[in-house]
């Protein structure tokens, strides 16, 4: 039968729709979060991160939310573009402690003009 | 500037023969890490190298594996009588540790990979 650790979870999105990717983070002394965005062939690239101190933070048409109560993370992308297609990467790390950050499994967002 | 790179870009290799991965960090960058993606997967953490300091190995899964970093820059990766399991990308990343960030790991900036096929 299929094996489905082999697939990734898949958002599928129309070009101009805003898209939302979860991430659930295990460790509660984590305080700092990173996204990143994985294109076919290529290696994970720096999107924008935040530390446990702010609850959203914004950049160039992403947002990032973090709900440290139920340890829950969200990259929000508006105006999705085709070349938002990728898989994304959030990772999380302890201020002041290991300096080897964990990755979360991914998510692929197939956005369709 | 330049980015990281790694070399090969793909290494096909016969079960039981050793290969060697190469990665040029970001000159300056003090940290580098060594991680393997396979198919679909995550990122798993294989080694960590912080200037002088003792690696962090603990992402090894076993003793065929090793790595070197030679005067803080430059890193091999070396997988001893490889296996069809090794067969994966193997992603090289440097980052600066930011003293703002009191610690903790800042950006990483990752190479291109390199992708292993073990036949």
């Known amino acids: 039968g299929e094996n489905v650790g082999l697939h990734l979870p898949t958002l599928s999105v129309q070009e101009g729709d805003n898209s939302i990717i979860n991430c659930a983070y295990s460790?509660?002394?984590?305080?700092?979060f990173i996204w990143y965005k994985q294109e076919s062939g290529k290696g994970p690239q720096f999107i924008i991160d935040?530390?446990?101190?702010?609850d959203k933070r914004q950049g160039q048409r992403v947002t990032v939310l973090l709900n440290k109560t139920v340890k829950h993370l969200s990259l929000q992308i508006a105006a999705t573009q085709p070349g938002d297609s990728a898989v994304y990467f959030c990772?999380?790390?302890?201020?002041?402690?290991?300096?080897?950050?964990?990755f979360g499994r991914g998510t692929s967002l197939i956005v369709h003009p | 500037g330049a980015g990281v790179s790694q070399s090969p870009s793909n290494k096909v290799t016969e079960k039981g023969k050793d290969v060697e991965l190469r990665c040029d960090p970001i000159?300056?960058?003090?940290?580098l890490y060594w991680y393997r993606q396979s198919l679909g997967q995550g990122l798993e953490f294989l080694i960590y190298?912080?200037?002088?300091?003792?690696?962090?190995k603990s992402g090894l899964p076993s003793d065929r594996f090793s790595a070197e970093r030679t005067g803080g820059s430059v890193s091999t990766l070396t997988i001893q009588r490889t296996q069809q399991e090794d067969s994966a990308v193997y992603l090289c990343?440097?980052?600066?540790?930011?003293?703002?960030?009191?610690?903790?790991?800042?950006?990483?900036?990752f190479g291109p990979g390199t992708r292993l096929t073990v036949l």
């Open positions: 990343a440097s980052s600066l540790a930011r003293g703002g960030l009191a610690g903790a790991v800042g950006e990483q900036f």
């Open positions: 460790n509660s002394a984590s305080d700092y």
């Open positions: 935040i530390r446990s101190n702010m």
């Open positions: 990772a999380e790390n302890t201020i002041g402690g290991s300096y080897i950050p964990t």
């Open positions: 000159s300056g960058h003090t940290a």
């Open positions: 190298f912080q200037g002088n300091s003792a690696p962090d």
